[in-house]
């Protein structure tokens, strides 16, 4: 249908349930997903408008059994509680790092300014995004040297 939004048809005709609809209005971010490397609300994002374009959701970062650097990063810094809104997050942090490698606090809060967490994992969640970054200039290096780096 030409009315319905990417998360509805990612959640219900792909049971691809990381993506979560929680406001409706693209104020908390739970839905973000990724569309041709840009970070959209899921609920307000036509699914329409991806027709033919690369979508990444929360379940297609992991590289079979191994952890993408940010999900391993929010493990590791402890960085949820709840976990709803933690895959939102974790996509948003994608594209953080995917533009700016090496952010600051600063850039990091103001990069997702638009992710709610009910729960208050904010501390958690500007240490994961270090522990990632750094984890993601590392496999850089290791790929600059001829081994397999990450993303």
């Known amino acids: 249908m030409p009315h319905e939004s990417l998360v509805d048809v990612l959640t219900e005709r792909f049971d691809l349930r990381g993506a979560r609809e929680s406001c409706g209005q693209g104020l908390c971010g739970c839905c973000t997903v990724i569309v041709n490397s840009k970070a959209v609300s899921g609920c307000l994002y036509l699914a329409w408008f991806a027709d033919g ?8 970062l992991a590289n079979g059994p191994n952890l993408d650097p940010v999900q391993e990063a929010f493990i590791e810094a402890g960085a949820f509680q709840c976990g709803f809104c933690t895959p939102g997050f974790i996509m948003m942090v994608t594209q953080l ?10 850039d990091i809060r103001h990069y997702l ?3 709610l967490c009910r729960c208050s994992a904010y501390p958690e969640i500007v240490q ?16 600059r040297n001829g081994n397999v780096g990450s993303r």
């Open 53 to 60: 374009a690369s979508v990444e959701t929360i379940e297609g």
């Open 128 to 143: 994961a995004v270090k522990i990632a970054a750094e984890r993601r200039r590392q496999g850089a290096e290791k790929g």
């Open 113 to 115: 300014t638009g992710n």
């Open 97 to 106: 790092l995917d533009r700016h490698p090496s952010p600051s606090d600063d």
